[in-house]
Structure formats: C-alpha cells, structure tokens
C-alpha cells in the first residue's frame, strides 16, 4: 500500500473522506408529520344588471321574441339560473336609463302595463338560462324569452305606440 505523505494527497485524502461520509449523511433522516395554518380570502357575489330587448312590435294575443344580455360586475364569474319579468312599464316617449335608472320623460301610462300575469297587458314566463358568466359587460344571454301581450277582451289602445320597460329580476 503506497503511503501519501505530501500535503496535497492527505488534503485529496481527506476530501474523499468527507465525500463519503456526507454521501452517507445524506441518506439518514427523521420523518415528521406536522400541521400550520395559512390564510386567504373570498370577494363576494355582485348583483348583475339584466338588459331585455323585444324584437318586434307587440299586438294583442301575439308574442315578441326578447333578446337578453347581462352586466357582471363583480371580480369572478357568477352563476345565473333565471331571468323572471316582474313587471312592464309603459310611455309615451322612449326611455332613457340615466344612471342606470329607467326614466320615463314623456309620460307614463299608467293604464298599459302592469304586474307579469295573464290578466294584466303583458306576460312572460321566466327564462332559465343555468349559465356561468365572467366579468364584463353586454354579455350574451343565448335562451331568449317570450313577451305576450295579451289579448284582454277589451280595448287596449292606451298602449299604442307605447315604449315599454320590463322589470326583470334574477336568481
């Protein structure tokens, strides 16, 4: 067996050395469980603006295809199950939404509308839409509704030429 007496062989000697017993070190070790917390956060849900639009002129005892499309404001997607009409309003003139709020400057009539019903001027069952939205505005809603004005038996001239605005509510 040769013997290493210079400086370099015993440093080459002694980093081999170390080389092997950290090679063995490295594989010993303890297991451990343990446990923490961690923390987060969740935004909240944020109404949506409904936008409905008739397609076509109403008449008594006929229908009227309404297009929908909705405004998420809110910071994530947001489930809408259902567009419900609550109630329509009528005026003379066009209605404008300043602010968001239906405004009616030509004169309201108050005679041609109403509650959402079959004895009322105007009906629409509710429109299941079972759908998953992302934020954004003017998003398109694909299952339309169906506006009727309904035939009353009675003369329903106050709503001639009438502009209309529906109620819609969402769940």
């Known amino acids: 067996m040769k013997s290493y007496k210079t400086k370099t062989g015993v440093a080459l000697l002694a980093a ?12 010993a070790y303890f297991t451990a469980t343990g446990a923490g917390n961690g923390q987060g956060s969740v935004g909240t849900s944020t109404a949506f603006v409904l936008h409905g639009t008739g397609a076509g ?23 809408l199950a259902t567009i419900h009409l609550v109630s329509v309003q ?32 105007f009906q629409m069952a509710d429109v299941t839409v079972d759908n998953d939205f992302a934020p954004g505005t003017g998003e398109t809603v694909t299952p339309t509704g169906s506006l009727v004005m309904n035939d009353l038996s009675a003369s329903q001239n106050t709503c001639e030429n009438a502009y209309l605005n529906l109620n819609l509510t969402s769940s």
């Not at 081999?16 to 594989?27: D, E």
């Not at 109403?58 to 229908?63: E, I, K, L, R, V």
């Not at 209605?95 to 019903?117: D, E, K, Q």
């Open 16 to 27: 081999v050395a170390a080389l092997a017993i950290s090679a063995v070190a490295a594989v």
């Open 57 to 79: 002129t109403a008449y008594p005892g006929q229908s009227q295809t309404v297009n929908f499309t909705v405004d998420n404001n809110g910071g994530g997607n947001q489930y």
């Open 90 to 121: 009528a005026c003379a003139t066009a209605w404008t939404y300043p602010s968001g709020t239906p405004t009616c400057s030509g004169g309201a009539i108050s005679t041609c509308g109403g509650a959402n019903g079959s004895s009322h001027d």
